[in-house]
């Protein structure tokens, strides 16, 4: 039987990233009976969750892997599936007006009935993840206002070739974030809380990987100290790299995790 692993990109990524390549061609060599999903997904975070959640229920994953920005979006996820929570997954600004019905790409209209049940989530791995990037990405809502400032971002982070996120730094899209800003909280506290319903005794914490030399833990965006307060200690593991975990701790390190969770 084929295993399936939901790998959701960071920032700028998508679906020719290095790491989910790199973990498929491992798999086709070692483990065929591994896949490794990865498809590209709006920038705006609830236009986001409604696609994650639309492919969750198409693919029923084994375990699902997120990478920086896109391990918030794990943690989200995680916890709409614990709770059977879809409100981060459709956008204030759907549907838009004069419309009957919600857009595709929302949860609403393309997830299966079932899949707004509670359910047990499956194992989450996170590779440098972004647990303030929500925080910063809502703060600069109004800077971006400024059309000097929102000229800079767009040329700093234009969009690359190949299936890459298009990032748009608009103020609707940057306060959308208001609402994941907690997130890495609330999937924590459905342990300290366990509430009835939460069907989470069948699932490992989620387990995350930090680079020593990672240049966004300088900033705070990625913050091994507030993964540690939040989720405890042996549920991380640090490498000597940097934010993109290079492929000698990919083999090392992220590819026994996946086979000991699989």
Known sequence: ???TILYIHGMGGGADSRIPSVLNGWFAANRPDVRVVVRTYPFHPG???GQI???YGELRPDLVIGESLGGVHALALFDRLSTGSRDAAVPKDFPPKGSNSLPLGTAASLLPANVNARQTPP???LVSPALNAPRFLYAARHLVRIPAIHR???RIYKAREGERQALDFSPATL????SFRNIARKVSSLWHRQEPGCRLSATPRP???????????RSGIVSLRAWRRLFGPGTYTCYDGSHYMEEEHLLALLIPSILERL
């Open 1 to 3: 039987m084929i295993k």
């Open 47 to 49: 236009r986001a969750a």
């Open 53 to 55: 959640d639309a492919w």
């Open 123 to 125: 194992p989450l791995l």
């Open 152 to 154: 800079w971002l767009n």
């Open 175 to 178: 306060a959308a974030w208001g």
């Open 207 to 217: 387990h995350a990987f930090f680079g020593r030399r990672d240049h966004y833990r």
